[in-house]
């Protein structure tokens, strides 16, 4: 069996990608908004980065549909029967069913939530079991062309046409970003004029490198979407490498269900299921102030990332 790699991408189809790719993973935590996996997946029909993640996040989609539908049919159809045949089988199935399944639901999620930072971070990302099945039974559904795959694994700087290797960021004999020119083709080295966009000896595309960022830095945009629908699994923090904050706003929204369900029993004495009901309101109150003080936060520029660098602007 071939050994699996990641597809090639160059730098300019991971920064487009990313702006849609990481739709591929957050809706399967909300049930069928998982389907959103289909607009990165139609959108760049040509971008390899973001078929990659919509293909597996279809994979992870399909994955949650059989779980919710085997526990439907364990739980409603097949308990009752197993009960009445065996009281002892039908408890430990009543027990046990509901641990797996949830364990495995935890694991969607947090597959989920691991696959939109990463993908929202322009990284590739195999998912265990779940990446390799998508690679191994859809293997066409990632696109293969001969401007994206690197010749004999290099490329020529656009300033100089110096021959370098494709992982190099930077000309070593001009000091200039590989794609950081107008006079040669980064395909094979011949002469370009600096208004070509194809190259007349190969027909590749022509690229160009936009306005350099620090690796790694965080884009606006994404973290704000991220926010703006996602805020309660902490996710926009993930993202910008706020892991620990992230973690505590996640807490913090599960505790207000916490709070509420459990004051809303009534089952405990009455100055106790009060009390519970305050901290559940005290819990939202706060929830409510951190998300719109992160909202505007990043939508003003005002938040940084975890090592403290200012957000990437938008687009």
């Not at 399967?28 to 990165?40: A, D, K």
């Not at 916490?258 to 819990?283: D, K, N, Q, T, Y």
Request: some cysteine; proline content about 6%.
């Amino acid at each position: 069996m071939p050994k699996l790699s990641f597809p090639y991408a160059s730098g300019e189809e991971i920064r487009e990608g990313r702006l849609l790719a990481w739709l591929s993973y957050p809706g399967i935590i909300f049930g069928l908004l998982g389907l959103l996996f289909l607009v990165p997946m139609l959108a760049h029909k040509d971008n390899p980065f973001s078929r990659y993640h919509a293909r597996q996040g279809m994979l992870l989609f399909l994955a949650s549909v059989l779980v919710a539908v085997f526990l439907w049919v364990v739980c409603g159809v097949i308990l009752e029967p197993i009960i009445h045949l065996s009281p002892v089988a039908g408890l430990v199935t009543a027990i046990a069913c509901p641990v797996v399944f949830t364990g495995i639901g935890i694991a969607i999620y947090v597959f989920a939530i691991i696959g939109t930072v990463k993908a929202a971070s322009g990284k590739f990302y195999r998912m265990p079991l779940i990446g390799t099945m998508a690679e191994r039974w859809f293997p066409n559904m990632v696109p293969k062309t001969s401007s994206q795959i690197p010749r004999r694994n290099k490329m020529y700087c656009r300033n100089c046409g110096k021959e370098l290797p494709a992982s190099a960021e930077f000309c070593p004999n001009c000091g200039v970003r590989l794609l950081n020119g107008n006079k040669f083709c980064q395909n094979c080295g011949a002469e370009t004029r600096p208004e070509q966009e194809v190259c007349l000896k190969c027909g590749t595309l022509l690229k160009r490198e936009e306005k350099y960022e620090a690796p790694g830095r965080k884009n606006k945009l994404i973290a704000l979407l991220l926010c703006l629908f996602l805020a309660p699994l902490g996710v926009h923090r993930y993202y910008m490498g706020r892991v620990g904050s992230g973690v505590a706003m996640l807490l913090l929204y599960f505790s207000i269900f916490v709070f509420l369900f459990m004051g809303s029993m009534r089952s405990f004495p009455e100055p106790v299921w009060i009390g519970l009901l305050v901290f559940g309101a005290f819990a939202l109150v706060g929830y409510m102030v951190w998300w719109i003080i992160d909202l505007i936060s990043i939508a003003t520029g005002k938040m940084k990332d975890g090592e403290g660098r200012e957000l990437g602007k938008a687009g």
